[in-house]
């Protein structure tokens, strides 16, 4: 049984209530939304437990019932702040307040994130991006947010594999297989990658899907042209001189994210390579511009604003015995810069 005093908090009421936190902190506090059922069981739980609200305190200290923490790898990647935007309209729903920190795809400074989370005690955390392959790095962030919530603290995430935590899991790797597939029907066989960060695990499983798709209709992944940069817009430039410096036959490039999708069309542009008639583009996400850009991206959509929605409606749960896992679906959105593979001997991409 929790104890009552100073280390009490509220998500032990809401705990022991059955309800979640942004549930326990309206009950007692009086505001509109819960049932007067509801609201009478939390304060009796609150009664029993002793527990004694300060709201003053709790939003000083950053406190369980008002504070979230999102973690992204790069806030002004579309990709990203559509997802914050997701968690945003949880957190005006629910009376909380969202703090952002931006991590750069480092993992190193990731953890310094969230430890600096952990010391300020808020109440959740929310990580959104790429898991590492690295298994070093992963048990370290694992072994944080194990120990945050045995004090009460609760946690979701989107796209990690191993942090043995509540998830919100991005199709990724049937995403890749429907590029793949795509490509495939209109006639592509010298297909390049803009692959994005090594290390990256949703760079792993897209790749995959997209070798799977090839494997499927019979042809040899090894004929896949992989180039890796960061993945980021200014990644995919370098990514696609590297294609059409070493792979001019290519047909195809599929960038492994739309920022990167987003560089590779400026290079085509300045290289006057007309898209799709010469090469086919193809990007992943559907962030809120590619429909916009010319030629459009074709690209694979995931529902980024409602995944967001959905890692922070997770943490808000009582917690469960096992961690839940939440798949995202994905959709193929065919538009302007893919089409028909260019007959064998058109002119060369340089």
Known sequence: MPRPGPRLRLVDVAERAGVSLATASRALAGREGVSEEVARHVRQVSRELGYVANPYARTLAGGASSTVGLIVHQIDDPYFSEIASGVLQVAAEEGLL???????????????????????????????????????????????????????????????????????????????????????????????VAAGTPGLTT?????????????????????LAVVH??????????????????????????????????????????????????????????VSVAADLAPSLTTVRLPMTEMGRMALTLALKPRSTRPRRRSTGHTLVVRDSTGPAPAPGGRPAH
């Open 229 to 286: 940069s960061d993945f980021t817009r200014d990644g995919g430039r370098v990514a696609t001189e590297r294609i059409l410096h070493y792979h001019p036959e290519s047909t195809a490039i599929i960038a492994l994210n739309d920022a990167m999708a987003i560089g590779v069309l400026s290079v085509l542009r300045s290289r006057r390579i007309p898209v799709p008639e010469r090469v086919s583009v193809v990007g992943f996400d559907d």
């Open 98 to 192: 969202v703090q952002i920190a931006h991590s750069g795809r480092d993992p190193e400074n990731e953890l310094r994130q969230l430890r600096h989370l952990i010391a300020q005690q808020v109440g959740i955390i929310l990580i959104a991006g790429s898991g590492y392959d690295d298994p070093r790095v992963e048990a370290e962030a694992r072994a944080e947010l194990a120990g945050f919530q045995r004090s009460g603290g609760r946690v979701a995430v989107i796209g990690r594999h191993a942090l043995g935590v509540d998830a919100v899991v991005p199709d990724n790797e049937a995403g890749g297989r429907a590029i793949g597939a795509h490509l495939l029907a209109l006639g592509h066989r010298r297909i390049a």
């Open 203 to 223: 760079v792993a499983d897209r790749l995959a899907g997209v070798t799977a798709a090839l494997a499927a209709h019979g042809h040899s992944p090894d004929d």
